[in-house]
Structures are given as structure tokens and as C-alpha cells.
């Protein structure tokens, strides 16, 4: 880690040497040696105006070769004078006889036009490049050279000074590179291994670091969420702990199930239950072979909806009932709670209630035969008075025992359902067939307000008793009602058939207990119209039995609507019109 960690600060710091030497000799170089070139210009101007004065004073008095011996000397340059002709007449750097003439030279040609002017060439005679510069005398002219070759040395120098100071700063740039990448790395490993920790488990692990740079600032951070995410797997451990001893001692059986079928967690009643062939990741049908259960959990996983199930075969003798939900992540849940005592209680008050029911039956036949005997014989008004008050509640004890049996046979089971498709409009005109003559007697009409052509899976005669419990008890409390509606509507797949009637309504606290046993709305009222307290909850069980279910809706002073819905036969298809007739 070290090691790449210094070649990563190394190479930005030779970027940055690198970078920082070119753009001084780019700019620094090109701007100091025209800096350095503008002074020499202005030096050579000077001087030669000064070569010039010189040369005008001293002409005849000393001669021209020292002057320009010592001028040369002084201005560090060639220094050459010349007639109007372009005759050498003195020259500091080569013999004067043997020069050219210089008549057509730039720097002369300018000096003699009144305009001087600078100029840059290489010397014929020496074979360098100079800087001329020259101006006019009394008899001719007179001409500086510098050579530029010193400034190019110059320059050279200051490059390889540069060079120099780049080097120095590239072995700088090395140690701190190697210093800063010792303590990056070292810092940095101290955060490889507080990851590691973490990512093993150790939740308690440390990162102190002190300091005020981005490093310390990221460890300051990893720290803090080292520390919060110790707080919160430990909160999540004593939930999990708790909800695990909560689902122990549980006496329903608990397990969750993947997508995939597989066992990943359940309690001990479950562990009991399928003895030692359940564990995590066990497949489940391994785990629980009953074929209901397997079904529910399947439906649950696909649907992604709340299943439930009565299951029998997962030990013999005993009744389980299944609630199983989905769970966010695809899976389910299933609790199965061992209903076999309620289920044999419920068995026994069954039976006891149908044969307490069967054993009254014969007593109250005779009761009743020899009450209707007394009251036909006897010719004492006050005896045949108390005689009536035996015969009805003989009679009221002899409904409520056939209403008993009844309602124990459909909860039992014991009458089999003869499912078969039945017209829904039949079993409309059937009801109400059933009841013309008594609504006849009594002034009200039953019509069928609305139906179509559907076919219903149902036992024909249960759903006949369905709707004569349904009608009577219209008939019995909603006695200023003079018209009964009935009907059947189509409801996604089911068929709601419905009883209307117009009489006081129900209030609203009571809808929900209507279909319970023996619970009346009115107790008094209903002693007197001869109500069981049954008739409802035979409804139900009727209805429950076929795999509908039945409710009611009401409103005070606006009557009661009671419907129950059976689902539509395979390949039922609604006639188009409604059939409307009245009774």
C-alpha cells in the first residue's frame, strides 16, 4: 500500500516539476531574454551616441584605432569607424586596410540617412552573429556590434540553473513524497483493518485518529458509523431475541418459508410437530407432507395474498387450523394452531344439542296430540284458555327443536350439499311460489324485481329453505311492509340473490350479531311472532356450506335488504335482458 501510494504522490509531483520547469522556460525564458535583449539595445544606443561624440572631439588628436581600441573595451562590443565612402578607417577586432567596404551595411546605410536603426546579422569577418548599432559622425559614421553569443550563454546558464533547481526540487518532492506516503499509508491500513473488522462481524472495533485533515475527518466518520451501527444491531438483536422467545413460547406452531420453499425459521411447537425433519433450509414439503398445507403455502407465494386452511392429516386424530401471509421479501409465514379440542367440544354440543333436540320430539308430539284432544272436548271457557297457552308454547318447543336439528345437521355436515348448476331465475320463481297463498292471506306481494339467466352451483333445496327462512322472517317483523322484493345480481364470479322488504329497518348496532344463534333484534316482539332465533343462523350455515356467505343492510325506517351470494356455475353466461314480474 505503501509503495503505491508514493508512486501515486511521485508522479504528481514530477507532473507538477515538470509542468512548473516547462512553463518557466516557455514564458520566464522568452520574457527575461527579451528583457535582457531591450537593455542591450538601449546600452548599444547609448554608447554609440557616446562613440560618436568622442570620435567628433577627438578627430586629428588621437588616433581613430585607439579610439576604437578603447571604446570596444569600454562598450564590451566591436567597435568600427568608417568615411562617407564605406572606407574602414578603424576597427577593434580585425585590421582596417583589409575590410570591405561598408557603405551598403543597414546600420551604416540608416546612420547616414538620419535615421539609426538596430540591426542583427552574422559578421562576415568573424562569423558570430552581432547586434549593430551605429550613428552618424562629422565625416562618416561610427558602429557598435555586441556579440549575442553571451546572451545565448547567458541564457544556457539560466537554463541549466533552472534545470538545477528543478532537479533539487524533484529530490525534495521524493523524500516528502516517500515521508507523506509512509503516513497515508499507515493511516490508511489502520482503516483496511478497522473495514475488515467490521465486515467480520466485530461491530465493537475503534478507528481513533486525531488531526484535522480529510483523512481524519473520514476516520472521525467511520467511527461514528462503526459506533451507530453497534447501537443498532444490538437493539435489533434484543428484538429479535425477544420476538423469538415471544414466537417459543407460542403454543401454535410457527414457521416461515422462502420464495423458494425452503424452511428459514420456526418455533418450538412447530419443531415438536414435525419432529426432527424440520430445520433451516430444509425443503418444506419435507418438513410437513400434508397436501392442504403445501396447497395454502403454494397459493400464498404465487398470490401474494392471506390463506387459510383446516388441516387433518398432519397427525392423526388431531384438527389444525392454518393462517398463512406473505412476507415482504416474497416468502410466508403459517401459523397452525391444534383446534382438536374445540373441535370436540364443538362436536359434543353438536350431538348433545341434536339428541337433547330428538329426545324432546316424541314428548312434545304427544303433548301437543293430547292438548288439541282436551281442547276439542273440553267445554269450560277457562280450561280450554289455559289448554291454548299449553298448545302454543308446545308448539313454539316444537319448532325451536326442529330449528335445533336443523341448524346441527348443516353445521356438521351429515345432509351432503346435492351441488348441481341451477337457474338463478328458478329458484327466484321457486320462493316464490312457495309463499303465494300466505302472502295472498295476508295482503302482501312478493315480486321478482330483478333476475337474468345465470346458473349457480347449489343444492336446490337447502337454497329453498334459504329463502323460505328469509321470506318468513320478512313476513314476521315487517308487518306494515305490504311488498317483498327479491332478486338476483351478478358480483364478480358470484351471484347475490337478495329478500327487500319495507318495514321499520334495523338499527345499525345490530347488523353484525343478526346471523348469530338465538339473538334477537327485539326479544318481546320476537316471542310473539314465533321466532326461533335460528332461522338466520341456518341461513348462514346453508350459505357458508356452499362457499358463499350471506349479510344484511339496513336503514332505520327504510327497510331491510338480506342477501347471500353463491358462486356462477362453469360456463354460466348471463342472459342479456332482466325478467320483472310480479306475484
Known amino acids: 500500500m505503501r509503495k503505491r501510494v508514493f508512486l501515486k504522490l511521485l508522479f504528481l509531483i514530477v507532473i507538477v516539476v515538470v509542468v512548473s520547469t516547462a512553463a518557466l522556460t516557455i514564458f520566464v525564458r522568452r520574457n527575461w531574454e527579451a528583457s535582457l535583449q531591450a537593455q542591450v539595445d538601449r546600452n548599444l544606443e547609448e554608447k554609440v551616441q557616446m562613440f560618436a561624440a568622442r570620435v567628433n572631439h577627438e578627430t586629428g588628436i588621437v588616433p581613430f584605432q585607439q579610439i576604437a581600441n578603447e571604446e570596444a573595451a569600454a562598450a564590451r562590443a566591436r567597435a568600427t569607424i568608417i568615411d562617407r565612402s564605406g572606407k574602414v578607417l578603424a576597427d577593434s577586432e580585425a585590421s582596417a586596410p583589409e575590410m570591405e567596404n561598408h557603405a551598403t551595411r543597414p546600420e551604416f546605410m540608416s546612420a547616414f540617412a538620419g535615421k539609426p536603426k538596430l540591426d542583427t546579422r552574422t559578421s562576415r569577418t568573424l562569423g558570430i552573429p552581432f547586434r549593430y548599432a551605429a550613428a552618424p ?245 277457562k280450561s280450554r284458555e289455559f289448554l291454548e297457552i299449553i298448545r302454543r308454547n308446545a308448539q313454539r318447543m316444537s319448532r325451536l327443536t326442529e330449528d335445533l336439528l336443523t341448524l346441527a345437521r348443516v353445521e356438521s355436515g351429515e345432509d351432503r350439499l346435492q351441488e348441481a348448476p341451477v337457474s338463478a331465475h328458478d329458484l327466484l320463481r321457486d320462493a316464490q311460489a312457495a309463499f303465494t297463498e300466505i302472502t295472498r292471506n295476508r295482503g302482501v306481494t312478493i315480486e321478482i324485481v330483478e333476475s337474468q339467466e345465470f346458473e349457480v352451483l347449489a343444492d336446490k333445496e337447502a337454497i329453498h329453505q334459504v329463502f323460505s327462512n328469509l321470506i318468513d322472517n320478512a313476513l314476521k317483523y315487517a308487518t306494515s311492509s305490504k311488498k317483498i322484493e327479491i332478486g338476483a345480481v351478478e358480483r364478480t364470479g358470484e351471484v347475490e340473490f337478495y329478500v327487500r322488504d319495507f318495514g321499520p329497518g334495523i338499527p345499525s348496532q345490530h347488523l353484525s350479531r343478526l346471523f348469530e344463534r338465538f339473538y334477537r333484534v327485539d326479544k318481546a316482539r320476537s316471542r310473539e311472532a314465533g321466532g326461533t332465533g335460528l332461522g338466520l343462523a341456518i341461513v348462514k350455515h346453508i350459505v357458508l356450506n356452499h362457499g358463499g356467505r350471506a349479510g344484511v343492510n339496513s336503514e332505520l325506517g327504510h327497510g331491510s335488504v338480506f342477501w347471500f351470494r353463491l358462486p356462477l356455475a362453469e360456463n354460466s353466461v348471463p342472459a342479456v335482458s332482466e325478467i320483472q314480474q310480479k306475484s
Not at 562629422?138 to 532537479?167: C, D, N, T
Not at 485533515?213 to 425477544?242: C, P, W
Not at 403459517?334 to 359434543?348: G, K, S, W
Request: charged fraction near 20%.
Open 137 to 381: 559622425t562629422s565625416f562618416g559614421a561610427v558602429r557598435l556590434a555586441y556579440p549575442l553569443s553571451s546572451i545565448q550563454q547567458m541564457g544556457h546558464k539560466v537554463q541549466r540553473e533552472l534545470l538545477e533547481a528543478s532537479a533539487i526540487s524533484l529530490f525534495v518532492g521524493f523524500v516528502i513524497a516517500l515521508i507523506g506516503a509512509e503516513s497515508v499509508a499507515r493511516r490508511l491500513r489502520k482503516m483496511v483493518v478497522f473495514a475488515q473488522e467490521i465486515a467480520a462481524g466485530n461491530l465493537s472495533a475503534r478507528l481513533p485518529d486525531s488531526g484535522t485533515d480529510e483523512i481524519a475527518t473520514l476516520a472521525v466518520a467511520l467511527d461514528k458509523t462503526a459506533a451507530r451501527l453497534e447501537m443498532n444491531f444490538r437493539n435489533l438483536e434484543a428484538s429479535r431475541q425477544q420476538l423469538e422467545t415471544l414466537l417459543n413460547s407460542m403454543e401454535d406452531a410457527v414457521v416461515a418459508v422462502s420464495p423458494k420453499r425452503k424452511v428459514v425459521w420456526f418455533n418450538g411447537a412447530m419443531k415438536r410437530l414435525a419432529a426432527s425433519s424440520v430445520s433451516v433450509g430444509t425443503p418444506l414439503i419435507r418438513a410437513l407432507r400434508d397436501p392442504d398445507f403445501l396447497r395454502a403455502v403454494g397459493d400464498v407465494l404465487e398470490q401474494q395474498k392471506p390463506q387459510s386452511a383446516t388441516l387433518f392429516s398432519i397427525t392423526p386424530g388431531r384438527t389444525f387450523s392454518m393462517t398463512s401471509a406473505p412476507l415482504p421479501d416474497g416468502g410466508a409465514v403459517c401459523v397452525l394452531r391444534d383446534n382438536t379440542a374445540i373441535a370436540r367440544v364443538e362436536r359434543t354440543r353438536r350431538d348433545f344439542i341434536a339428541n337433547v333436540s330428538h329426545e324432546l320430539r316424541t314428548p312434545l308430539t304427544s303433548l301437543l296430540g293430547y292438548t288439541e284432544t282436551l281442547i276439542d272436548e273440553s267445554f269450560d271457557s
